[in-house]
Protein backbone atom coordinates (compact mmCIF):
# COMPACT_ATOMS: atom_id res chain seq x y z
CA UNK A 1 0.00 0.00 0.00
CA UNK A 2 1.29 3.48 -0.94
CA UNK A 3 -0.23 6.66 0.43
CA UNK A 4 0.27 9.96 -1.44
CA UNK A 5 0.35 13.62 -0.36
CA UNK A 6 0.65 16.23 -2.54
CA UNK A 7 1.58 19.89 -1.89
CA UNK A 8 2.90 22.72 -3.17
CA UNK A 9 -0.16 24.57 -5.05
CA UNK A 10 -1.30 27.74 -5.00
CA UNK A 11 -2.48 30.79 -7.08
CA UNK A 12 0.39 32.47 -8.94
CA UNK A 13 0.33 35.32 -11.93
CA UNK A 14 1.07 33.66 -15.31
CA UNK A 15 4.94 33.88 -16.08
CA UNK A 16 5.41 32.75 -12.52
CA UNK A 17 6.22 29.16 -11.16
CA UNK A 18 5.88 26.91 -8.27
CA UNK A 19 7.08 23.82 -7.09
CA UNK A 20 4.98 20.78 -6.11
CA UNK A 21 5.84 17.82 -4.05
CA UNK A 22 4.53 14.71 -3.49
CA UNK A 23 5.08 12.70 -0.26
CA UNK A 24 4.87 9.20 -0.57
CA UNK A 25 4.58 6.54 2.34
CA UNK A 26 5.85 2.95 2.14
CA UNK A 27 9.76 1.32 1.95
CA UNK A 28 9.09 0.61 -1.17
CA UNK A 29 8.97 4.26 -3.22
CA UNK A 30 12.18 3.66 -4.90
CA UNK A 31 10.95 1.07 -6.73
CA UNK A 32 8.01 2.75 -8.38
CA UNK A 33 7.89 5.19 -11.07
CA UNK A 34 5.89 8.15 -10.37
CA UNK A 35 3.65 10.51 -12.86
CA UNK A 36 2.11 13.86 -12.45
CA UNK A 37 -1.25 14.66 -13.96
CA UNK A 38 -3.72 17.68 -13.84
CA UNK A 39 -7.63 17.52 -14.28
CA UNK A 40 -9.12 21.39 -14.73
CA UNK A 41 -12.98 21.95 -14.32
CA UNK A 42 -14.99 20.19 -17.17
CA UNK A 43 -12.17 18.08 -18.45
CA UNK A 44 -10.78 14.70 -18.25
CA UNK A 45 -7.77 13.86 -16.20
CA UNK A 46 -4.63 13.98 -18.38
CA UNK A 47 -1.11 13.09 -18.11
CA UNK A 48 1.42 16.21 -17.24
CA UNK A 49 5.23 14.21 -16.52
CA UNK A 50 6.58 10.71 -15.29
CA UNK A 51 10.01 9.75 -13.91
CA UNK A 52 11.41 6.33 -13.72
CA UNK A 53 12.26 4.84 -10.04
CA UNK A 54 15.95 5.82 -10.35
CA UNK A 55 15.03 9.22 -11.88
CA UNK A 56 16.99 8.56 -15.32
CA UNK A 57 14.18 8.66 -17.55
CA UNK A 58 11.56 11.35 -17.78
CA UNK A 59 8.69 11.99 -19.55
CA UNK A 60 6.26 15.26 -20.40
CA UNK A 61 3.18 16.07 -22.55
CA UNK A 62 3.83 18.31 -25.39
CA UNK A 63 2.08 20.96 -23.51
CA UNK A 64 4.59 21.38 -20.41
CA UNK A 65 7.65 20.07 -22.36
CA UNK A 66 10.62 22.85 -21.90
CA UNK A 67 8.58 24.47 -18.87
CA UNK A 68 7.87 21.74 -16.37
CA UNK A 69 10.96 19.59 -15.05
CA UNK A 70 9.85 16.33 -12.35
CA UNK A 71 12.41 15.22 -10.30
CA UNK A 72 12.35 13.15 -7.14
CA UNK A 73 14.64 12.41 -3.96
CA UNK A 74 14.09 8.59 -2.85
CA UNK A 75 16.15 9.50 0.27
CA UNK A 76 12.95 11.60 0.91
CA UNK A 77 10.25 9.46 -0.42
CA UNK A 78 9.91 12.38 -2.34
CA UNK A 79 8.66 13.55 -6.15
CA UNK A 80 8.84 17.02 -7.51
CA UNK A 81 7.16 19.12 -10.10
CA UNK A 82 9.13 22.63 -10.85
CA UNK A 83 6.59 24.51 -13.03
CA UNK A 84 8.25 27.51 -15.09
CA UNK A 85 6.49 29.93 -17.22
CA UNK A 86 2.96 28.85 -16.13
CA UNK A 87 0.13 29.70 -17.70
CA UNK A 88 -3.88 30.57 -17.18
CA UNK A 89 -4.21 27.13 -19.08
CA UNK A 90 -2.04 25.17 -16.93
CA UNK A 91 -5.00 25.80 -13.85
CA UNK A 92 -6.03 22.40 -12.48
CA UNK A 93 -5.82 20.23 -9.58
CA UNK A 94 -2.18 18.73 -9.67
CA UNK A 95 -2.19 15.11 -8.69
CA UNK A 96 0.71 12.32 -8.25
CA UNK A 97 0.10 8.05 -8.97
CA UNK A 98 1.84 5.58 -9.06
CA UNK A 99 3.33 3.06 -9.87
CA UNK A 100 4.09 3.53 -13.96
CA UNK A 101 5.29 6.58 -16.27
CA UNK A 102 1.82 5.58 -18.41
CA UNK A 103 0.23 8.68 -20.08
CA UNK A 104 -3.24 6.66 -19.08
CA UNK A 105 -4.34 7.13 -16.09
CA UNK A 106 -6.21 4.01 -15.42
CA UNK A 107 -2.89 2.47 -15.71
CA UNK A 108 -1.93 4.04 -11.66
CA UNK A 109 -2.95 2.25 -8.87
CA UNK A 110 -1.97 4.98 -6.12
CA UNK A 111 -3.39 8.61 -6.36
CA UNK A 112 -3.50 11.56 -4.30
CA UNK A 113 -5.90 13.67 -2.99
CA UNK A 114 -4.50 16.91 -5.53
CA UNK A 115 -2.93 20.34 -5.27
CA UNK A 116 -5.09 23.46 -6.57
CA UNK A 117 -2.99 25.57 -8.77
CA UNK A 118 -4.69 28.54 -10.34
CA UNK A 119 -2.22 30.55 -12.69
CA UNK A 120 -4.23 34.07 -13.18
CA UNK A 121 -3.32 36.21 -16.10
Known amino acids: QVQLVESGGGLVQAGGSLRLSCLAS????????MGWFRQAPGKEREFVAA????????YYADSVKGRFTISRKNANNTVYLQMNSLKPEDTAVYYCAAPGTSSDPGAYDYWGQGTQVTVSS
Open 51 to 58: ISWSGGST
Open 26 to 33: GRTFSRYA
